[in-house]
């Protein structure tokens, strides 16, 4: 590590305080904020904006309570996601890029700050006064909750409907228990229903209630309603005995209930309710379980560790196959056809289709089928008042009712649905109160030093452990995955590169010496002749050049820089500064 | 052709080294390179278990020389790792952080032994017989050994049994039915092994699973889930291959349970080719991606993937051995249809 405090503090006679010259900076410019995009990817890449860096720097110092918060301001439900995130921050880390090695256990952190925390920590809400407003939620899955913590932060009078008998939508009744522990969710969402929030549950609107009544009452309705009606396989034979759907089937696990699925499943799928469907099969006895994929593993919309517990868990995944036909007796399946497919290229993401191969079929013999692909938002119920609702991307909205998460957006996951519901609740907050009252800036911070030594580069990524196939077959619900200790969280946070740091060379004290270009481990320092502004304001590609007449700079490009600090030890002009860069959100 | 080409083959078994005699027979001007992560030149793998026992000496392993690469002008880079393939800039990225050049590529990369999941618990008591250099870590210690566990099976593991029977050392094998990637033994069949294998001095055990393993090298404790307690001085894992294909993933060329390609052995990438055990074919005959084993087939797809990276426009077919003999049980080398009853 390298502080260029160190030489100050060397003089034993003087007294300095670090905090009495902290130098902190608001920004709104486009430039900080296309900064802080393109040099933190995870931050970038999560829906709901964590401060993923300044967390994980909070349990390498073992303020797990800190870290704790930092999450729960953006994402609400750090111990639920820290253990069901779709963690799109980790496919973005730069640990990940090419030559650096693997990402960071992003989420695995993000666990271990909701488990490490103390018992007497405490819960941070600035709390606006009360407004008087009254807003119903419809729906207490992740949107309808993040939606109504954040309407009632700004002092709105919330009150919740949930279909349901028990809060939590799809983390309730989609997830299993031996991913998501129920006592963890409910604190969880008990930590949100306890800002005063009402909740009523078991009435559905639509048929319970109708959404016409709700308007007259509250000032506000926000429709959260998620997706719930599943899709269909489409095929000859769904409506046979023993063939489920992967909502419906979950549920059922979850109420506590054993459907049948014999000893051979085929569960047709691939996604991450496939593969719950897969293994919560596993665990009712089933001896012979596979998951029917349509392309290959590498296109499955799970993570890595996903697949690797599957596999554990003997479950063979068969790719390259689409079920053509499901085979019975009159009554129940006696087994399933299916169509080989091949691979095709295509112009847009995921640049890849699957195509049917003619005259491929083969039948496979099984004891019950599960559909898991996918599901829609409910077409026939509370959609049809909402019809007219004007879209703005991931919400939308017409007078006094709004609709977010899954419902406006088609399935996509809980970060998603609760990044468009927080951004959903400024909106309301905003049409009832009739100004804006919270924005997002950049916040700049002098930082004196680099925060990590280089050899924190090399240390390999800490796993998560879990429990042996014994202990998981003994109780379904037991939690498969056991968690970080201490020790493991924070060699797991050393890896962190610190990303929110941002390295810049003064063009005024730089002498051209190049050292820096010397000692640098990347391609991270380079001579350019110019940086042009892309059209939202924010700086584009660096333009370099190795021609020393055109040079106009020595410039860091932190998009590639790993942080490591050599430069900044090197430079015989002290003229490399470190800035704290964290997007965070201010009252106006 | 023209003498700028840069032909680039990773793998150093039979389909790479094939690919890479027809590449220089053809085109006499190109660079021709071969790329392997071992440190010994082209051997004969299927002899490895041999070379362990002792009764096959180093030199019998090796099929070339380093030399003859000499005089073919191949360039042969040992013990060197691709780490990355960039297709869209025709560039390999090796672990020593050098980046080469292609113009077309052959992958030929093999495959290594099955790890099964359930099993990377005990991954640090495990031995395997993939390469050379495995091999030459462990053995002399094999030749000390008195108590010897296989777990799983597959036809190297077979072969080894035999060889360690015949050394008089006491072996003890839990077969796994699906240890045989990509098939599966029927109990008909698994009921035939043991059978055969009732002639010999081990001691066989099915339908069973390892439920914890203690100790160290030289004094294991196995206990299964039958409740089966068994001391081994070396514990082997044969649970069948997998590809070597981890460098690929994420270049954008499409794999599954290997390299995906065409009848022509073309990948889903242009100027790529793969063929081998590390290739999972398209066979146009049964419409389905197989994979092939075998040397004989290795070398058959050596010879087409070059020849097809060349202009040509061969269609694969299933060569040599179609049967592996399983302690009496047939096992087809490959799905292929055309595979005749013998």
Partial sequence: MYSKEEGFFKDKKKTYSVQSVKRIVYSTDARDFGQAARSVPCQEACPAKTNIPGYIRCIHDKRYGRAYELNRMANILPGVLGRICSRPCEAACRHGEPDNGTSVGICHLKRACADLKPASHKIIEGLYSPTDKKVAVIGSGPAGLAAAHDLSVF?????????????????????????????????????????????????????????????????????????????????????????????????????????????????????????????????????????????????????????????????????????????????????????RTRMEKTDTPPFRTSVLIKDSQFTVQVDSVIAALGQGPDADGISRDLKKLKSLGDLAWKGKVFATGDFVTGSTDVITAIAGARKCARLVDEKLIGEKRRQTVVRLEDHKTTDRPRAYDFISRREMNTIDMEKRLENPANEVETGFDETRAFEESKRCYLCN????????????????????????????????????????????TSDWNDVVSITIENAACIRCGQCLAVCPMDCISVTKTELIEIDI | MSSQDHYVIIGNGPAGNHAAAVLRKKDKEARVSIISDECIPYYYKPKLTGFITGSVPREDLLVLSLE??????????????????????????????????????????????????????????????????????????????????IFGGDFVGFKFLRMLDAMGKKVSILIYPHAFWPYNLSDEMLDQVVANLSKTRVQVIVKDDIKD????????????????????????????????????????????????????LKTTVDDVYACGSCAQIYNPAIKAYTVTIGWPNAVNQGEVAALNLLGDHKVITSVGRKYFDLEGVKIKTTWWKNIEDE
Avoid at chain 1, 187 to 210: F, Y
Avoid at chain 1, 512 to 525: F, N, R
Avoid at chain 2, 79 to 99: A, C, I, Y
Avoid at chain 2, 257 to 264: K, M, S
């Fill in chain 1, 155 to 339: 002092g709105h009078k919330v009150m919740i409907y949930e279909g349901q008998e028990k809060p939590g939508g799809m983390l309730m009744y989609g997830i299993p228990e031996f991913r998501l522990p129920r006592d963890l969710l409910m604190l969880e969402i008990n930590n949100i229903l306890r800002m005063g929030i009402q909740i009523t549950t078991g009435k559905k609107i639509g048929t319970d209630i109708a959404l016409k009544d709700l308007e007259k009452e509250y000032d506000a309705v926000v429709v959260a309603t998620g997706c719930v009606i599943p899709r269909k396989l489409g095929i000859e034979g769904e409506d046979l005995e023993n063939v489920h759907n992967g909502l419906e089937f979950m549920a059922a696990v979850n109420e506590g209930q054993a459907p049948y699925v014999g000893k051979k499943v085929a569960v047709i799928g691939a996604g991450f309710t496939a593969v719950d469907c897969a293994r919560s099969a596993v665990r009712l006895g089933a001896s012979d379980v596979s998951l029917n994929i349509r392309k290959t593993q590498e296109y499955m919309r799970i993570d890595e560790s996903e697949k690797h517990e599957a596999a554990f868990e003997g479950i063979l995944t068969n790719s390259l196959i689409q079920p053509s036909r499901i085979i019975g007796d009159g009554k129940k399946v006696t087994g399933i056809e299916f169509v």
């Fill in chain 1, 501 to 544: 740091l941002k390295y810049e060379i003064d063009p005024l004290a730089c002498i051209y010496c190049s050292a820096c270009i010397d000692v640098a481990p990347k391609d991270c320092i380079k001579m350019i002749r110019n940086i042009p502004l892309n059209d939202d304001g924010s700086y584009g590609d660096y333009e370099e």
């Fill in chain 2, 68 to 149: 003859s690469y000499a005089r073919e002008n191949i360039r042969v880079r040992l013990g060197q790792k691709v780490e990355r393939v960039d297709v869209d800039s025709k560039t390999l990225h090796f672990s020593h952080m050098e980046k080469i050049q292609y113009t077309k590529l052959v992958i030929a990369s093999g495959s290594d032994s099955r790890m099964l999941p359930s099993m990377e618990p005990y991954e640090w008591a495990l031995k395997f017989v993939t390469s050379y250099t495995d091999v030459m870590e462990y053995k002399d210690q094999i030749k000390n050994a008195q108590e010897i566990f």
């Fill in chain 2, 213 to 264: 393993i203690k100790g160290s090298p030289g004094a294991y404790r196995i206990k299964t889930c039958n409740g089966i307690e068994k001391k081994a001085d070396l514990i082997f894992s044969f649970n069948g291959m997998t590809p070597n294909i981890d460098f690929i993933k994420g270049s954008g060329i499409d794999y599954d349970h290997g390299i995906l390609v065409d009848e022509y």
